[in-house]
């Protein structure tokens, strides 16, 4: 658009042309409407050199149970005459492919809704098809008389619309590949693509129409920027956090390395020296430190007394009764140590016992859930056991 004429009035336009060899001329001409047989509106009292007419059918269709709304175009009818872009000062300039055009030069002259005329049988009928008519939509459209339209298109003379003295000036759709090369003048470069190769008709001056296409292009511009730079920190920051997770997997698993070598030097986690003191320290940060590793693991390190079993039940209850250190072979080595556990939370020394089976494996803050043996699952009653 911006490559395009822009002649202050007709005569100033039929010199350009002539000046350039007849055209063709990629021009952007502002003018009042005229025509010399207006044609009527079909649903409003208007005057008008191009009247678009379309009609839409308002439908509801049935789907699980629910009536959806929908618009079935029915037809579009385009209706047009002879007009002509008329300024102060020229003959004017006859406007061609006006019903093909793009703008917003057509005004809303009326949108009318008729309800639908049904008879009982004809609405049982469409329910039980489950598609029933609710009425229908008009929306008219026209390019009033008297309106100033810019229109942006390819201008040229012709001779046998006009006078023999002076030719007319037609404004119709651009061709395609104009310039020099094309066929064109040095004044029509390849501006329209073939997608775009229409008449623009508008209400406003071109300079205004530029400027609100340049403002569309530039919050397009904005948004894909935006929504560009939110897509690379959201990658950012979900690869910053695999590495961060990945580094501090193996921070902990050098540690726990490191600590297990320790615990394997010295025999006992409860052994007297800074050995001692630094392995309790590792078994007291590793399961906070690490989510993800087994708490039967830290269960055989001597944390509590509760979790502190020996290799047998009297041994085990020794040990919780003389505060002796646990041996550091995890609780999957020992049968006697898994059944010492409560098998629903691994973690807390079993308490009670269920009278029906006698197995003792559940402590004081699962058993208050359970109805049934988690082992063997016998129907009785439960029991505190105290060792001494």
């Known amino acids: ?29 502002r003018g009042r409407v005229r025509a010399p047989r207006p044609l009527l509106c ?21 789907r699980s149970s629910i009536w959806l709304k929908d618009r079935e175009p029915v037809r579009e009818s385009v209706r047009k005459t002879q007009w002509t872009l008329q300024d102060d000062a020229g ?9 093909r055009a793009r703008g917003d030069a057509l005004e809303l002259v009326a ?22 008519v609710v009425g229908s939509r008009l929306v008219e459209r026209a390019l009033p008389v008297g309106a100033w339209v810019t229109a942006v298109g390819e201008a040229s003379l012709e001779g046998g619309g006009g006078t023999e003295k002076q030719p007319s000036i037609v404004l119709r759709s651009p061709g395609r590949g104009l310039g020099p090369s094309g066929g064109g003048s040095l004044h029509s470069p390849a501006l329209w693509s073939p997608a775009k190769d229409q008449l623009l008709l508008t209400r406003h001056p071109i300079d205004v129409q530029i400027l609100a296409l340049q403002h569309q292009a530039q919050a397009v511009w904005r948004l894909a920027a935006a929504l560009g730079l939110v897509g690379g920190c959201a990658l950012g920051l979900l690869l910053w956090r695999r590495v961060a997770s990945w580094t501090e997997r193996r921070r902990m698993r050098r540690r726990l390395r490191e600590a297990r070598q320790r615990w394997r030097k010295t025999g006992r986690l409860g052994g007297s020296g800074r050995d001692g003191e630094e392995a309790a320290a590792e078994a007291q940060l590793a399961p906070q430190a690490m989510p993800w590793f087994p708490d039967r693991f830290f269960s055989c390190l ?7 079993l020996g290799s047998s039940r009297s041994s085990s209850a020794s040990s919780l009764l003389l505060d002796e250190p646990c041996d550091l072979a995890p609780p999957s080595s020992s049968p006697d140590a898994r059944e010492a556990l409560c098998v629903a939370c691994l973690d807390t020394r079993a308490t009670h016992c269920f009278t029906g089976c006698g197995h003792l494996c559940a402590c004081e803050g699962c058993v208050e859930n359970m109805e049934r043996c988690p082992l063997c699952r016998v129907e009785s009653a439960t029991v505190r056991v105290f060792v001494v």
Request: charged share 20%; proline share 5%.
């Open 111 to 132: 949108d009318v809704y008729l309800p639908a005329q049904m008879s009982t049988a004809d609405a049982s009928m469409a329910k039980d098809l489950g598609c029933r």
């Open 91 to 99: 003959p004017g300039v006859q406007v061609q492919d006006a019903h």
């Open 42 to 62: 079909e649903l409003g009292e208007c005057e008008a050199a191009l009247v678009a007419l379309g009609e839409e059918r308002c439908v509801e269709r049935r």
């Open 302 to 308: 001597g944390l509590s007394r509760s979790l502190a």
């Open 1 to 29: 658009l911006s490559g395009a004429a822009s002649p202050q009035s007709s005569a100033e336009l039929a010199t350009l042309l002539a000046e350039v060899g007849a055209g063709p001329l990629l021009v952007a001409f």
